[in-house]
């Protein structure tokens, strides 16, 4: 499994992932994949990986790389969320993480979505919602068991994709979710800042409000703060999750504990990991043994064993 990582990641380090003009227009009219995939160039075919930007949606930032193996059979799939407080941030942080995923024999979406800034909530998990069905809808272009597969997202990344996980009673072929260091509850945090001199805590709780459309938990923006509340949509069909927190992190553990408590009841299995430490995110997951313990927990919750 290790050779194949480091091959596959050295054979695509070379590959240009730019949406063209013409793909844009397109997806102004109708998100559909643009022209043909950007082949990764592999003279001892070691990887057979292909990769390519498409637009799911009109804005500028609704677009994800898409990473696969193009040999005609029916992959799971992993989508991939960034953070960066719903404010800032790109999918190309999430490169190195992708590539590796798509080595393993997943294929990979790792999107883009509306910042804070550009829409409020509930827009980001609008975006990722849609990315899904889109992918869902081309899953032969890109090898991909539309009825199989996992998101991934990182602290507002996490927050995104576990309210994925808790949208309506159960999304189809959503086999389970994955938070590194997730933001579950934004009133937590809202509240959390509200009592800390932390500046992490008290970004946070910013960041919060921001994405709540700059208002206030209370009056005319109750609702878009109830929506923002994960653990509050629990229903029997949800996807189970596994959720990983440093002990002294900004985002504490307790988040995922509530969220647990919440699906417990209605059925659905909450993993939640604690980790040593202060780390958060991507440095959270680069952490020893975190990684291979969150793809462990991937493949157990996947219909099929990936083909490499």
Sequence with gaps: MR????????????????????????AAKDPVPGPAATTS?????????SAETVSYASNRRQDMDVWWTQ?????PGVFL????????G???QMTEIAR???????????????????????????DALTAISLARRH???WSFDPGNYVVVGFSAGGHIAAAVGTYGNGIRGLKGV??????????????????????????????????????????RCSRVWASMEVAWHASPKDAPMLTVHSQHEFVPPVQSELLKQMLGQVGVPVTVVTAPGISHSAPLYREPGVAEQVQQWIGEHLDEQVQR
């Excluded at 160039?41 to 990986?49: A, C, E, H, R, T």
Aim: net charge positive; glycine share 10%.
């Design 90 to 92: 790109d999918k190309r």
């Design 139 to 141: 899953a032969q272009r």
């Design 71 to 75: 040999d005609g059979s029916k992959r």
């Design 3 to 26: 050779i194949a990582v480091l091959a596959s990641a050295a054979a695509l380090a070379a590959v240009v992932l730019t949406p063209t003009t013409a793909q844009a227009a397109t």
């Design 100 to 126: 590796t995923y798509a080595a393993l024999g997943y294929t990979v979406f790792n999107l883009n979505y509306r910042l804070s800034g550009d829409a409020a909530w509930p827009a980001q998990r609008v």
């Design 41 to 49: 160039p592999d003279p001892y075919d070691l990887s057979g990986l």
């Design 81 to 88: 969320i960034h953070g960066g407080w719903w404010s800032s």
């Design 178 to 219: 994955v938070g590194l260091s997730p933001i579950i509850s934004p009133l937590r945090a809202y509240s959390d800042g509200a009592l800390t001199n932390d500046p992490y805590k008290r970004r946070l709780r910013n960041a919060a409000i921001r994405l709540a459309g700059g208002c206030h938990p209370k009056g």
